[in-house]
């Protein structure tokens, strides 16, 4: 079956543009996480969504960064303004629930964002 | 502190050899424990869970230490294919919270012919 897909896979873009990263989970999974990895860094939680409600936007770096979800699948990460230090590999991941910590999360290949 | 401390290496063995990787959690409620594996440019996967009486998985063996917080993964009779950034991750909320995760920033392993 289909694993989790990300779109773009590559992203650049100049400072102070908005972009937009989309993230496909697998197909029944109810929980989508956001993450990023900058140059040599662990993952970096960001938001995660249950349904359609985000109950932890703790990770999400500052308010330039906002994410959405709607019908339960498809969630987008939106940057405004960009910076350069907003560049890293963006990945999503989904699992069936998010309220079982051994629900595997599935990740999918990530979005490379340059800002230039 | 960081919340999970790996030693980012590189660890560069020869095939056949067994290497064995450490980290550090700082959260002393965490529950739930699992190593990923990176391969480069690829998204992480689940290579297995920590279970508190350790666990095993062919090759590949981890052991959790409660009381000094410490996680590890021995990999015996190296293989090429063994060769990735494996990363350490906790679950600080345990199965009692939601599935987040905190992931240490990964060590490098290297095995050569």
């Known amino acids: 079956g289909a694993g989790v897909s990300q779109s773009p896979s590559n992203k650049v873009t100049e400072k102070g543009k908005d972009v937009e990263l989309r993230c496909d989970p697998i197909s029944g999974h109810t929980a989508l996480y956001w993450y990023r990895q900058s140059l040599g860094q662990g993952l970096e939680f960001l938001i995660y969504f249950q349904g359609n409600s985000a109950p932890d936007k703790s990770g999400l770096p500052s308010d330039r960064f906002s994410a959405e979800r709607t019908g339960g699948s498809v969630s987008t990460l939106t940057i405004q303004r960009t910076q350069q230090e907003d560049s890293a590999v963006y990945l999503c991941?989904?699992?069936?629930?998010?309220?079982?910590?051994?629900?595997?999360?599935?990740f999918g290949p990530g979005t490379r964002l340059t800002v230039l | 502190r960081k919340e999970v401390e790996q030693d980012p290496g590189p660890f560069n063995v020869p095939e056949g050899a067994t290497v064995a990787f450490n980290c550090t959690y700082s959260?002393?409620?965490?529950?739930?424990f699992f190593w990923y594996r990176q391969d480069c440019r690829k998204e992480p996967k689940l290579l297995m869970s920590v279970y508190s009486s350790g666990n095993e998985d062919g090759r590949f063996t981890a052991q959790l230490n409660r009381a000094s917080q410490y996680i590890s993964l021995l990999i015996r009779d190296s293989k090429l294919s063994d060769s990735a950034t494996y990363l350490c991750?906790?679950?600080?909320?345990?199965?009692?919270?939601?599935?987040?995760?905190?992931f240490g920033a990964g060590t490098r392993l290297a095995v050569h012919p």
């Open positions: 991750v906790v679950n600080p909320l345990g199965s009692g919270g939601y599935n987040k995760l905190i």
């Open positions: 991941a989904s699992s069936l629930t998010a309220q079982s910590s051994y629900n595997e999360q599935f």
């Open positions: 959260n002393s409620a965490s529950q739930s």
